[in-house]
């Protein structure tokens, strides 16, 4: 596996892998898991969750995965189990999972689980003649997703829903992801995230992966002992980029193998 790390991906992560307190934290879908047709199908693959194992295994070094999924949900995908060292930020940040602490969330404000409730069965409803459209439940509010619709059905799902959300709750923020759309009560994104697991870890730097538009507020956000990457092609904020989730994932073994070796 290290064989297949060249020698510029080699020199961009070696003051993350030496720094003092090393927080790793993962966007999941795309980033450790294949994109699926069906979002709850989505598994890590082996060869992330051997990475992940090691850097769990690794001195003074933290592991969490981001997600906008919502935390019920990211830990089903993720197999994550009450005694699970991994801590989790779903919803763009706005609920945690901490290991010895269990949910930790941030309060709404009265009426927000009513109109989220309420706007997402107008949604339902708009979109119900549209093949391939599907309305996932989220707990601050829901997403569309489109990947199984031809593209007509799906812009026309987006102009449906955009119109409902500017008219019933424009105050919501909107999020665009590969094949959905995703409108939300709450405003925290990853970039809140990664400053609360941040501060929550006393981490001296960070190591940010993701592969989608949404995880670009997380890389933006880092600072210059810490170290973005972008998994796939697409312009990015990321200082590195690897081809998929195996190449990311032979990166994080390397960054755990020198954080094992030099702490022995």
């Not at 990457?229 to 960054?255: E, Q, W």
């Amino acid at each position: 596996m290290t064989a297949a790390i060249p020698a510029d991906a080699r020199s961009a992560i070696a003051g993350v892998a030496a720094s003092a307190r090393l927080l790793v934290a993962l966007d999941f879908d795309g980033t450790l898991a294949p994109l699926e047709d069906e979002p709850m199908d989505a598994r890590m693959l082996p060869v992330a969750r051997e990475a992940l194992d090691a850097l769990v295994a690794a001195p003074d070094t933290v592991v969490a995965l981001v997600s906008g999924r919502s935390l019920s949900d990211l830990r089903i995908i993720a197999e994550h189990l009450d005694d699970s060292p991994l801590l989790l930020a779903g919803s763009h940040g706005a609920e945690f999972w901490v290991p010895g602490e269990g949910v930790v969330s941030h309060d709404d404000e009265p009426g927000d689980d009513e109109l989220r409730d309420s706007l997402r069965s107008h949604a339902e409803a708009a979109t119900a003649d549209l093949a391939g459209v599907w309305i996932e439940p989220k707990r601050f509010g829901f997403g569309v997703h489109t990947r199984k619709s031809t593209p007509a059905d799906a812009n026309e799902a987006n102009r449906l829903v955009d119109a409902l959300v500017a008219a019933e709750a424009p105050h919501w923020r909107r999020r665009t992801g590969h094949n959905i759309v995703e409108y939300a009560f709450r405003h925290e994104g990853k970039d809140s995230a990664i400053a609360e697991l941040r501060a929550r870890t006393d981490a001296s730097a960070v190591l940010f992966a993701g592969d989608d538009v949404t995880d670009e507020d997380a890389l933006e956000s880092l600072g210059p002992d810490d170290l973005g990457v972008h998994v796939g092609s697409r312009p990015t904020a990321a200082s590195l980029c690897v081809p998929d989730i195996a190449a990311l994932a032979a990166v994080l073994s390397v960054i755990a193998g020198e954080r094992a070796a030099t702490r022995e």
